[in-house]
């Protein structure tokens, strides 16, 4: 393997009631990089005209969940009263914070009329000072993202700062999120001033030094190093890292670095549902909203 990767691995596929995503973070030896404790590919997943994606309402804890599509549309609603649809390209960005509920659906245009579903869904765990601050949202449009032109490579700056750009989410420690397009025969070299590094391979064929990187895969960048990223076919890839928080736990879609921390939010969503979701209580359902998903054994 080539020095400048410290380790890579596959995703897993992973079926979420009919529709399969590949879970890449955690991993067994690789529990976050930098900030990021979840990282799972949605699709490429072809609905029919009738059929879509039905999330029901679901709490989170601190940590921020970002939406990033490819192809399809994504129905966002929260406990914020947020009520949006998330289009390829924009940034979707909810910090959950001391506790928020959110649902995701297929809009009704697109389950109508039938659709491709693709893209990226993260968490980003919150340093420890901030993982009880009042829940937010902000939603950016793909036009507002910074684009960084690279030796023919093209990269939108999805969150934090690479190569002298910074964009426009507010983050809550030093953090880099790229989407990047490679045209075959393309490359550039990864030299990102951040702690932790990896290079996620959504399609096509590229290699980091020499060293081949399969769709599906994750490669996890060697500290310091500046390696050559190459595609040899149209390629598209996922950067991601930033400084490390220390250790987190996660359980179900609650993270913390206390595990105490975690068993209050299992508590108060299961009474929360046993009383109905009461408006005076940390978790209350999205408006429009009369379902919720149960707290899990």
């Not at 390829?88 to 960005?93: A, F, K, M």
């Not at 490579?153 to 910074?166: C, D, M, S």
């Not at 408006?279 to 359902?285: I, V, W």
Request: one cysteine or more; a negative charge; charged letters at 25%.
């Amino acid at each position: 393997m080539s020095e400048s990767i410290a380790q890579k691995f596959a995703g897993k596929p992973k079926d979420l009631g009919g529709f399969e995503v590949r879970r890449v973070l955690p991993y067994p030896r690789q529990r976050m990089v930098g900030p990021f404790i979840f990282f799972d590919q949605m699709g490429p997943a072809e609905f029919a005209p009738g059929q879509g994606i039905d999330v029901r309402p679901h709490p989170h804890i601190g940590l921020a969940t970002v939406t990033y599509l490819f192809d399809g549309a994504l129905g966002h609603r929260d406990s914020l009263g947020e009520d949006l649809v998330i289009r390829p390209g924009d940034v979707n960005w909810m910090t959950a914070g001391r506790g928020v509920v959110h649902s995701e659906r297929t809009p009704a245009p697109e389950r109508a009329a039938g659709h491709r579903m693709f893209g990226i869904q993260t968490w980003v765990a919150l340093p420890t000072d901030k993982e009880d601050i009042a829940p937010a949202f902000h939603h950016h449009k793909a036009e507002t993202l910074p684009v960084i032109e690279r030796d023919g490579v093209r990269f939108n700056l999805i969150l934090g700062t690479a190569w002298g750009q910074t964009a426009p989410v507010k983050v809550f420690s030093p953090i880099f999120y790229l989407h990047g397009v490679l045209p075959a025969g393309s490359g550039a070299d990864l030299d990102i001033d951040h702690a932790e590094r990896a290079v996620y391979v959504v399609e096509g064929e590229v290699a980091l030094d020499g060293e081949p990187v399969a769709a599906g895969e994750m490669a996890v960048l060697t500290p310091g190093s500046a390696p050559r990223l190459a595609a040899s076919k149209d390629s598209r890839v996922m950067l991601c890292g930033g400084d490390s928080l220390g250790p987190r736990h996660i359980n179900w879609n609650f993270v913390a670095a206390d595990r105490a921390t975690i068993e209050r939010a299992r508590k108060d969503w299961s009474d929360a549902a046993l009383t109905g979701f009461p408006a005076s209580g940390r978790f209350t359902l999205p408006p429009g909203e009369d379902e919720h998903i149960p707290l899990p054994d």
